[in-house]
Every structure is written in C-alpha cells, then in structure tokens.
C-alpha cells in the first residue's frame, strides 16, 4: 500500500490517467481524420505504437518530477 500511497503523493496517477486519456482522443481523430487526408493505413498503426511506447516514459518522468 505505501507505494500506491507514494505514487498518488507524486501525482503519476494523475498524470498516467491524463495521458491515457489524451493518447485515446488523439486515436479517435486519427481514425476519423486519416482516410480523409488519404493515409495509409499503417498510419494509425504507428500512432498508436508511439502512444504505447510513450507510456512509460510519461510515467517515469511523472515520478521523477
């Protein structure tokens, strides 16, 4: 319980809920806005790999600040 109790004193719960939250809104545009600007469909693909990748970098740097 103390390293959940450190985690919600450091605020990374808070910014790991955020970014999740945007990474999932830049997603649903992607996928709205990509086969209008003619994309290929490895596009969003990428887009969601980054987001994915990006997690854990965010929520380092959230604990480390």
């Known amino acids: 319980m103390a390293f959940l109790e450190e985690l919600k004193r450091r605020k990374v719960v808070r910014v790991v809920i955020a970014y999740a939250v945007i990474a999932f809104v830049v997603a649903q545009v992607a ?16 887009i969601v790999v980054l ?13 480390a600040f």
């Open 31 to 46: 996928d709205i806005a990509l086969p209008a600007l003619r994309a290929p469909e490895w596009v969003l693909s990428v």
């Open 51 to 63: 987001a994915a990748l990006g997690f854990p970098v965010v929520a380092v740097l959230a604990w």
